[in-house]
């Protein structure tokens, strides 16, 4: 299917209606990613920004850095080490959240404990991997790149996003009861069906931490939580109601991320795809900012 | 109808401490019961464990007919993330249906949706963002999600404190309403004019059941006299 379809946009760029770039497969690869990771993060973004899980997200990306280490050193395949990659990052993210659950630390400074661990075992890893790859496969985990898209990474991609469309169709108004009010969630339920709002968060981390590594590859293990919150925190700032705001996220979260992939190939910058993306979300951030900042002084 | 509520050899302790000594209780169908005593006491921990929201050691049971239902509570003062963009529709809604938040509504939903505002008045509040909501249109709008479910068996944690009059006058008269309906309440208020009002039965709670009764009972001939020539000269 994708080969189908990278000889259809051939066929564009043969007729003159794409620019030349997009004759290479990679080029299709990763703006397929883009189109399947922005509505993703972005649809996901709404209920972080939320649930106050924007740094969760972050600790995962930093997990995926460690995750990818321990996958070489097991003898997995350096551009793909995916079975680690995963194991480790949902195993990370259990015990965060199993341990929340557990104690009366904040989240915040339980995540900053985790995050600290992920990057320093990383760290750690990263000094008897280097020995074993080229140390260009690490900064395209650290910061992404549209290069090492492949077809098995989108087919992974595909299988996630469907996963999502799915638990959102069914839970995502249990999700956003139960972040505003588990108390109520618990004993009221939704639409006068119970919900378990223990087994809803667990599934929510997961499906966070599923995102998260997914992403990884196009947006890089540093910047990949900067996606789920930059869109939602901006979209909350032009929103007045609950569907303005998930749409709005949508909206930018994807245009970001096939404008991060498009604009440094077509302009020959030499820019991270991960990079790209987030300069163009944040970019958008402070324009709206300013934007709502003059509206107010005319006021 | 209400369900009745009886709890046997029931107790509440958190970690070493012991909240509420052992007692045991039956609480009539249909009733408004009301919990007083002082602050820190465990009027609100009895609440959530009737609700299972607290572990606690003996029995609690609800001779329920329905038993598909599911109990409404009103916590004490609910408070929202006055940043996000979520409106009073918005929230009524993902509490009350399935259908996903990011869909279209149906005509069907938006009727439900304007009827529940309309009865605890909020029709024309309907967009308003939940950060903006002043106490009462909160607990009003708490009130709205739970008549939506048409529960009999209410719990009310404090509904009218921190409210002004108005609000305290508009959520006495939803609470009356359900009384008059069959509904069995179960309220913690301080207000003891309310409680020798309106109450069917009282419970004084002070790390234990201190002592229950009718209002007369609990607050003696006297004041409930009192009550009444207020009334009259009222």
């Not at chain 1, 650290?142 to 990474?153: H, Q, R």
């Not at chain 1, 169709?169 to 378990?196: C, D, H, W």
């Not at chain 2, 169908?29 to 009027?43: Q, V």
């Amino acid at each position: 299917m994708i080969d189908y379809l990278h000889s259809q946009i051939s066929l564009l760029v043969d007729t003159g209606w794409l620019p030349d770039m997009f004759q290479y497969p990679f080029v299709t690869y990763a703006l397929i990613a883009a189109l399947l990771i922005g509505p993703l993060l972005g649809a996901l973004g709404t209920l972080v920004v939320v649930k106050r899980l924007a740094f969760f997200s972050e600790a995962v990306g930093h997990g995926a850095l460690t995750g990818i280490a321990i996958g070489i050193l097991l003898g997995e395949p350096a551009t793909q080490p995916v079975a680690t990659l995963f194991s480790f990052c949902l195993c990370f993210a259990l015990l965060l959240h199993w341990v929340k659950s557990r104690t009366q630390v904040p989240y915040d400074a339980l995540v900053g404990v985790f995050l600290a661990f992920a990057i320093a075992l990383g760290a750690a890893l990263l000094l008897y991997v280097a020995k074993k790859v080229n140390v260009h496969i690490l900064e395209n985990v650290l910061f992404g790149s549209i290069l090492t898209v492949t077809p098995t990474d989108l087919f992974i991609l595909a299988i996630i996003t469907a996963i999502s469309v799915v638990l959102a169709l069914r839970f995502a108004n249990q999700t956003l009861v139960a972040s505003l009010q588990p108390e109520l969630a618990r004993v009221q339920g939704v639409g006068n069906k119970k919900v378990n709002v223990t087994l809803l968060d667990y599934a929510f981390i997961l499906l966070i931490a599923l995102v998260t590594v997914a992403a990884v590859k196009i947006i890089g293990a540093v910047l990949v939580g900067a996606l789920l919150l930059i869109p939602a925190t901006t979209a909350r700032l032009i929103s007045g109601n609950l569907k303005q705001f998930f749409n709005r996220t949508l909206l930018i979260s994807t245009s970001c991320c096939v404008a991060g992939v498009v604009l440094p190939m077509a302009m020959e910058l030499p820019i991270p795809s991960g990079a790209a993306i987030v300069l163009l979300a944040s970019a958008l951030f402070l324009f709206i900012v300013l934007l709502n900042q003059l509206k107010m002084l005319r006021n | 109808m209400g369900p009745a509520i009886t709890l046997d050899n029931y107790s509440l302790s958190i970690g070493e401490n012991t909240l509420l000594n052992p007692f045991d209780l039956t609480l009539e169908a249909s009733k408004l019961h009301l919990l007083t005593g002082p602050n820190g006491a465990g009027k609100s921990s009895l609440l959530k464990s009737i609700i299972g929201l607290m572990p606690h050691s003996g029995d609690i049971y609800l001779n329920w007919p329905e038993q598909a239902q599911i109990p409404a509570y009103i916590p004490q003062l609910a408070s929202f993330d006055a940043a996000l963009p979520i409106t009073i529709e918005d929230y009524l809604h993902a509490s009350i249906q399935t259908r996903a938040f990011f869909l279209k509504k149906s005509k069907q939903q938006k009727q439900r949706l304007q009827q529940l505002l309309a009865e605890v008045g909020l029709e024309d509040k309907a967009q308003r963002k939940l950060g903006q909501l002043s106490g009462g249109e909160r607990q009003r709008l708490l009130f709205a999600r739970a008549l939506a479910q048409k529960s009999t068996f209410w719990l009310l944690d404090e509904p009218m404190t921190g409210l002004d009059q108005k609000a305290q006058k508009q959520i006495e008269r939803m609470i009356l309403n359900l009384k008059e309906q069959g509904c069995t309440l179960l309220m913690v208020h301080h207000d003891q004019h309310f409680v020798q009002q309106h109450a069917d039965h009282v419970l004084v709670i002070n790390n234990g059941l201190e002592k229950h009764g009718s209002p007369e009972q609990i607050y003696g001939q006297q004041a409930s006299r009192q009550t009444s020539e207020e009334e009259v000269s009222l």
